[in-house]
């Protein structure tokens, strides 16, 4: 700690109307090459996007079919190549994540990454459609596919309660929406309405495009503007989003399902987002209060009560709520809500140890300091950054940790307010 | 200290045999921020029949091993996930079959970690007030497995592949059978898997070889250990058919969960005859069932499979067996469309292009996987166990032929050694 890391220093220059970040490093066998394309989260438009992106990666002009485009990938190397959709706070993300092996391991495939940037380019700028319309035969399959997909989320209990309390918090919000959609708009969307879809955010929405890698970044710009040849319009301004939001009243949901663990989920507005002052003292407050395993909720719901194997809680740094998530018996509910809310009345007291605060600085450096091993993660924290409209230089986010005090963390505390309590159970106790 | 450099993916493996009998293994990245260390002894959840020191033959509770893995953290005086939390460490600690590893990573104070991470596995230190209030916490965790739908059709198909060989139980045990385990029990298993010759040192990351080795030789040197006890596990003979063809549970799903697994005849293969089989059959898995197959595409247009489909083959000197399967609307029509694709390739063969394409792709994927030092540190160790090194993959890639291939296609796929294991919802019954 106290030492400087290396900062994650892309740089950064506009190519055929997108921003392009490109970092050359030694560390990875790979490269890696992550497209984003930003857009506001909407009912409009959430099952469309998520759609399209299933859509997108069946075929392209020159791979009409989807077997030949996955012998394709295979060909380069066994390319990880997908086309998916997540959301930040109230923006969905669509992300075409492509990585291949670097060429200087590989006896014999000199033009590797300038095929995986074509590939990434077919994708953008040459999809395979007919008569203004992607081909009906994969817009049908993909459609049952993420219906599946969203039926799905039942399978993994903890995720969705999740999302069971946060479409109940949020309502009237976008944030409720699932980021794969809703399966009731499926019947209504068509090859046409996808592909309109496609040109406009490809022509007027936001594009990042990132490369990690042992890479010459002149060559690298040429082959994007030689092989992904976009024509854009202005880009468009998305709407600016708040994490504000006075709560009322707590409220309480309970669901039943066939499950023999109850989920405990508290959903609570911190007030507080990526590109506000307090973030720093925020991500602090996360992880004295549930962010490790010396922070209180694990110290005192699994260690001292016994209740739980997990309680911890998370943040959702866009949108600025955090879940407290917890795995308990049905019957210990009471309990267990109590040891939580007592916690969290600690934090706003400012009863905080000394060890609590220097463990929580020492473990959310590590965290940081981490993401410098992964191209990935080094991506996702600096478009948090363009996201956001704040970029975080990585040793001032880490020098804020060293500095930040209690009272600071008492501030955060204040802000934090539970909105709802929501508890998945078994069909057969009482409620 | 030894060295061996693995030319061809420009890696270099530092390693000694401690006089304790403990083995070391530095792995250097350079550039890396982290360093991984993990502290393994080849002791898992299906080691629960075996011969003390004092060679008494005892059965265990199903469980143990995972439980005790549980109970290492607590100390007298202090705990050590705490300890780790000071030093800017994250820790944790996994069971699995015939292993239990612990681990840390961090990118700062290697040397404070790394001395708390041999000493408190190490020193074990287990009361009848602390054996019983983790039994709570891991019921807990048995309940959150019991509603994983994708954990309880995989340990289904176990049961339905094995008869005898103790895969086919929890590796967490059952809340009744955890409700057996005492202090004396824990005592017992450690004194005879956690001695230093029964385990491997491994440290993956940013640090310099030379000043690690001392510091675990100091660690090491500083310590009394009895002499190796000579560790007598007692298995079950395996019959080679499977216990059953079918099982079905019912669980909250969206839609059912089918796997299917073929259970391999012989085993008894060790070091690089049992690597070159792993990968050969992964290789044939992939020809067959990967997502550019012509099975791929035939199941997933007819909407038999959806995106999580997916096949592994595992791989060890008693057992192995292969599984693929994920979500469909219809098992049984799955099982028989899978049946047909295995005879149709039985009859044409291997084609040269699709082993090609499949060995390019293996390559490419284990270079990827050489990015992380998660993956280093998680593959190495069980490569180590099985008398192999994992930076040998690609060489070893390289020597199997398409007629290799084609020999393990018609070894393996038999399907009479076929299980087949579903979970639906009690809506979706039939």
């Not at chain 2, 176990?158 to 059952?174: D, S």
Request: with cysteine; charged share 25%; glycine share 4%.
């Amino acid at each position: 700690m106290g030492t400087q890391v290396h900062e994650i220093a892309f740089t950064s220059s506009h190519i055929n109307g997108m921003n392009v970040h490109i970092l050359q490093t030694e560390k990875f066998k790979t490269t890696t090459i992550v497209t984003m394309i930003e857009q506001e989260l909407s009912v409009e438009t959430v099952t469309k996007t998520a759609l399209l992106a299933m859509v997108m990666k069946r075929a392209t002009a020159r791979f009409k079919e989807t077997k030949r485009l996955r012998e394709y990938l295979d060909f380069l190397y066994g390319a990880i190549f997908d086309v998916d959709v997540t959301k930040k706070g109230e923006r969905q993300i669509l992300q075409i994540y492509m990585e291949v092996p670097n060429e200087k391991y590989l006896a014999q495939a000199s033009t590797l990454l300038e095929e995986a940037i074509q590939f990434v380019g077919d994708m953008l700028t040459r999809p395979c459609v007919e008569n203004g319309a992607f081909l009906p035969k994969y817009v049908t399959q993909e459609k049952e596919t993420l219906r599946k997909r969203i039926e799905s989320l039942i399978d993994d209990k903890m995720k969705y309660a999740n999302q069971r309390v946060t479409e109940e918090m949020c309502k009237d919000e976008p944030f409720a929406l699932l980021v794969q959609g809703r399966a009731e708009d499926l019947p209504g969307i068509t090859g046409e309405d996808l592909y309109r879809h496609f040109q406009e955010i490809t022509t007027s929405n936001p594009i990042n495009l990132f490369v990690v890698g042992d890479v010459d970044e002149q060559q690298v710009k040429k082959a994007i503007e030689t092989h992904i040849p976009l024509q854009r319009n202005a880009v468009k301004e998305l709407k600016a989003t708040s994490p504000v939001k006075n709560v009322e009243q707590e409220r309480t949901v309970v669901d039943r399902l066939d499950v023999s663990q109850a989920k405990l989920n508290i959903g609570c507005r911190t007030n507080i987002a990526y590109k506000d002052d307090d973030y720093p003292a925020l991500l602090v407050y996360n992880g004295i209060l549930g962010g490790f395993p010396h922070s209180k909720l694990f110290v005192n719901v699994r260690e001292k009560a016994s209740l739980a194997y997990y309680a911890v809680s998370r943040l959702e740094s866009h949108k600025g709520i955090m879940m407290i998530m917890s795995g308990i018996e049905a019957k210990k509910y009471d309990q267990a809500v109590e040891i939580i809310k007592a916690q969290m009345d600690l934090m706003r007291q400012g009863k905080i140890t000394e060890e609590e605060l220097s463990q929580t600085r020492a473990t959310l450096t590590n965290q940081f300091r981490e993401l410098l091993d992964s191209a990935r993660m080094m991506i996702e924290y600096t478009y948090n950054g363009v996201v956001s409209g704040r970029q975080r230089p990585l040793n001032e986010l880490l020098q804020a940790f060293e500095t930040v005090t209690i009272d600071e963390i008492k501030r955060v505390a204040d802000k934090v307010q539970i909105d709802m309590i929501y508890l998945l159970r078994d069909k057969k106790g009482e409620a | 200290m030894q060295t061996t450099v693995f030319e061809q993916v420009k890696e270099t493996v530092y390693h000694e045999t401690l006089a304790n009998g403990l083995k070391v293994f530095l792995v250097p990245k350079q550039g890396f921020s982290k360093t991984y260390a993990v502290f393994t002894t080849r002791y898992g959840s299906i080691d629960s029949h075996f011969r003390t020191r004092s060679g008494e033959e005892i059965n265990v509770p199903d469980g143990i091993a995972h439980f005790l893995e549980h109970k290492m953290f607590e100390k007298k005086d202090r705990d050590v996930m705490h300890e780790f939390s000071k030093n800017g460490a994250s820790c944790n600690a996994f069971t699995s079959f015939n292993r239990t590893a612990y681990l840390f990573s961090c990118t700062d104070k290697l040397d404070q970690n790394l001395n708390l991470l041999l000493d408190y596995v190490q020193e074990p230190y287990f009361t009848d007030a602390s054996v019983e209030k983790e039994k709570g916490i891991i019921g807990q965790e048995i309940t959150m497995y019991d509603d994983n739908p994708d954990w309880k059709v995989y340990m289904n198909l176990l049961k339905a592949m094995y008869q005898k060989y103790p895969i086919n139980i929890e590796i967490a045990g059952t809340i009744e059978t955890i409700s057996h385990i005492t202090k004396e029990y824990l005592y017992q298993c450690y004194e005879t898997f956690y001695h230093p010759a029964n385990m491997l040192l491994l440290v993956v990351g940013s640090f310099d070889p030379e000043a690690v080795m001392k510091l675990i030789q100091k660690n090491q040197g500083g310590k009394d250990f009895p002499p190796a006890p000579q560790i007598t596990r007692i298995f079950p003979e395996e019959p080679p058919a499977p216990a059953q063809h079918r099982v079905e549970a019912n669980l909250a799903v969206g839609l059912p969960k089918c796997m299917i697994g073929i259970k391999e005849k012989e085993n008894g293969l060790t070091a690089e005859a049992l690597l070159k089989r792993d990968l050969t059959t992964k290789l044939l898995l992939d020809i067959v069932f990967g997502s550019s197959s012509s099975a791929y595409e035939k199941l997933y247009d007819s909407g038999l499979i959806t995106e999580n489909f997916d096949f592994d083959y595992s791989c060890e000197q008693d057992y192995a067996y292969s599984i693929f399967g994920g979500d469909t609307p219809d098992p049984d029509q799955l099982v028989e469309t899978i049946k047909t694709i295995i005879e149709e390739w039985k009859q044409k063969g291997i084609d040269q292009d699709d082993f090609e394409r499949a060995k390019r792709k293996k390559i490419g994927n284990f270079m990827r996987g050489l990015n992380s030092v998660e993956f280093i540190a998680n593959q190495f160790t069980q490569f180590k166990f099985n008398g192999n090194d994992l930076f040998s993959v690609v060489p070893v890639l390289e020597s199997i032929t398409r007629e290799d291939v084609e020999k393990r296609m018609r070894e393996h796929f038999q399907l009479d050694q076929m299980a087949v294991s579903i979970v639906r919802s009690a809506a979706q019954q039939e």
